[in-house]
C-alpha cells in the first residue's frame, strides 16, 4: 500500500551550529540564567541529548536531565509557576498539555525533531483512517496534534510491554512514527503492527560494518544501543533500551568498555553513573557537511546558553509554548492512559521483586 506521505523520501533543513562562546560569555550566561530562574519562579528541565553543560546547569540550579517523558511529569510535580524546557519541541508540548496552569518557555521554539516532522497530523489521520480497525499508538516523539489521534502514547521504556498487553486483547496496532522502534517491538511481541515509514536523523545513522570494526578495536566492550537504530545494529547489542534503560545497562554490565549507539549527550549522565568505564561513540557514516552523521541531534544542539538566557529573559512569541485547548484535552486522554500503565507496570514489578 503506497502513503500520500514518504517521511523518508524528506529531507530536513539543518539549522546553523549556534556560535561557541568563549569561557567568560559562558560564565556570564550561567550566572544570569540562575538569576533568572529565580526571578521568574522558574525550574528548568533538560533532555539527556542536550549537551552536557546544559544537563549540568539543569542540576545545578535545582531542575533535572531526564527522558522527555519524566521531564513533563517532573515539572507538573514541581511548585515552580514556570518551566523551562531544554530540548525540542514536543516537549515542550509535553510539558503544556500535563501543566496547562503553567508557562512553559523554550530556548528556541525551532528546535525540531525528524520523527515529529516526518509525521504530519493530516497524513497520519488520512493514514489511521485507512485502517479503522487497528488501535493507534504513537510515540511520544510526535505534536499534540499526532498524540489527539491517538488511542496510546507510548515512551521507548514501555513499549514492548504495552504492545504485549494490547496484543494479548487481540488488538491489531497502528505504531508511529519510528520505523525501527515499530520493527523492534514487532519482532519482541509477535503482534499485528503497521508501521509508520519514519526515522530519527541520528540513530538511522548507525552503522554495522563500522561498528563490527569498532567492535573487533575493542572486543572487551559491551555494545548499547537504542531501539531507534536500525535492526542491523540492534542485532549486535548487548544492551538495547531507552536512555534511562541504557544508563542502568551501563551500571549493572560488567564490560569496562562500553561502545554507545544513540546521542552522545548521553554521555554526560551515562558517565555519572559509571565513572570507572570508557564510553565510545558507536560509528555512524562520519562527520560531514550536512551534520546529519554526527551521534549528536542538530536541533538539541540549540539549546545553548544564550539561548536559554533569552528564552527566560524574553518569552513571548519566539519561546512560549501555547496548545490549543481541544487538541490539550484530546492528547491528555492517550497520555494519560500510558501513565496509568506504567504505574501500575511499576506496581507489579515491584510485586514481584
Known amino acids: 500500500m503506497s502513503m500520500m506521505f514518504d517521511p523518508m523520501a524528506t529531507a530536513y533543513p539543518f539549522p546553523p551550529k549556534p556560535a561557541p562562546l568563549r569561557a567568560d560569555e559562558k560564565q556570564h550566561y550561567r550566572e544570569k540564567i540562575k538569576r533568572l530562574l529565580k526571578a521568574r519562579d522558574a525550574v528548568m528541565v533538560a533532555h539527556y541529548y542536550t549537551d552536557p553543560e546544559i544537563q549540568a546547569l539543569a542540576e545545578e540550579t535545582g531542575g533535572c536531565v531526564a527522558d522527555s517523558l519524566e521531564m513533563a511529569r517532573f515539572g507538573a510535580n514541581h511548585p515552580a509557576s514556570t518551566l523551562l524546557v531544554a530540548g525540542v519541541r514536543f516537549m515542550g508540548e509535553t510539558a503544556k498539555i500535563l501543566s496547562p496552569e503553567k508557562r512553559i518557555l523554550m530556548p528556541t521554539l525551532q528546535a525540531e525533531c525528524s520523527l515529529d516532522l516526518g509525521c504530519p497530523v493530516d497524513e497520519f489521520s488520512a493514514f489511521c483512517d485507512q485502517h479503522p480497525d487497528r488501535t493507534v499508538v504513537v510515540y511520544a516523539n510526535t505534536s499534540a496534534a499526532v498524540k489527539a489521534r491517538a488511542d496510546w502514547v507510548v515512551t521507548s521504556s514501555i513499549a514492548v510491554e504495552l504492545i504485549e498487553h494490547l496484543d494479548s486483547l487481540g488488538e491489531k496496532i497502528i505504531w508511529a512514527p519510528d520505523r525501527h522502534l515499530?520493527?523492534?517491538?514487532?519482532?519482541?511481541?509477535?503482534?499485528?503492527?503497521?508501521?509508520?515509514?519514519?526515522?530519527?536523523?541520528?540513530?538511522?545513522?548507525?552503522?554495522?560494518?563500522?561498528?563490527?570494526?569498532?567492535?573487533?578495536?575493542?572486543?572487551?566492550?559491551?555494545?548499547?544501543?537504542?531501539?531507534?537504530?536500525?535492526?542491523?545494529?540492534?542485532?549486535?547489542?548487548?544492551?538495547?533500551?531507552?536512555?534511562?534503560?541504557?544508563?542502568?545497562?551501563?551500571?549493572?554490565?560488567?564490560?569496562?568498555?562500553?561502545?554507545?549507539?544513540?546521542?552522545?549527550?548521553?554521555?554526560?549522565?551515562?558517565?555519572?553513573?559509571?565513572?570507572?568505564?570508557?564510553?565510545?561513540?558507536?560509528?555512524?557514516?562520519?562527520?560531514?557537511?550536512?551534520?546529519?552523521?554526527?551521534?549528536?541531534?542538530?536541533?538539541?544542539?540549540?539549546?545553548?546558553?544564550?539561548?536559554?538566557?533569552?528564552?527566560?529573559?524574553?518569552?513571548?512569541?519566539?519561546?512560549?509554548?501555547?496548545?490549543?485547548?481541544?487538541l490539550r484535552n484530546g492528547a491528555l486522554i492517550p497520555l494519560h492512559r500510558m501513565l496509568e500503565f506504567a504505574a501500575t507496570l511499576r506496581l507489579s514489578v515491584k510485586g514481584n521483586a
Not at 247 to 254: E, F, G, H, V
Not at 298 to 316: D, F, H, R, S
Request: glycine share 8%; charged share 20%; net charge negative.
Open 182 to 326: 515499530g520493527s523492534y517491538v514487532q519482532k519482541q511481541t509477535g503482534a499485528d503492527i503497521l508501521c509508520w515509514q519514519g526515522a530519527c536523523i541520528v540513530h538511522d545513522e548507525f552503522k554495522t560494518q563500522a561498528l563490527q570494526r569498532m567492535k573487533a578495536l575493542y572486543p572487551d566492550a559491551a555494545v548499547l544501543v537504542h531501539p531507534e537504530s536500525p535492526q542491523s545494529v540492534v542485532d549486535m547489542a548487548d544492551a538495547v533500551g531507552s536512555t534511562s534503560q541504557l544508563i542502568s545497562a551501563a551500571k549493572t554490565l560488567p564490560h569496562p568498555q562500553l561502545i554507545v549507539a544513540t546521542d552522545r549527550g548521553i554521555f554526560y549522565k551515562m558517565q555519572q553513573a559509571c565513572p570507572d568505564k570508557v564510553l565510545l561513540e558507536a560509528p555512524t557514516a562520519g562527520e560531514g557537511a550536512t551534520c546529519r552523521s554526527c551521534a549528536h541531534c542538530p536541533w538539541m544542539a540549540m539549546n545553548g546558553l544564550k539561548a536559554i538566557c533569552e528564552g527566560l529573559e524574553q518569552g513571548g512569541q519566539y519561546h512560549e509554548i501555547h496548545v490549543d485547548e481541544k
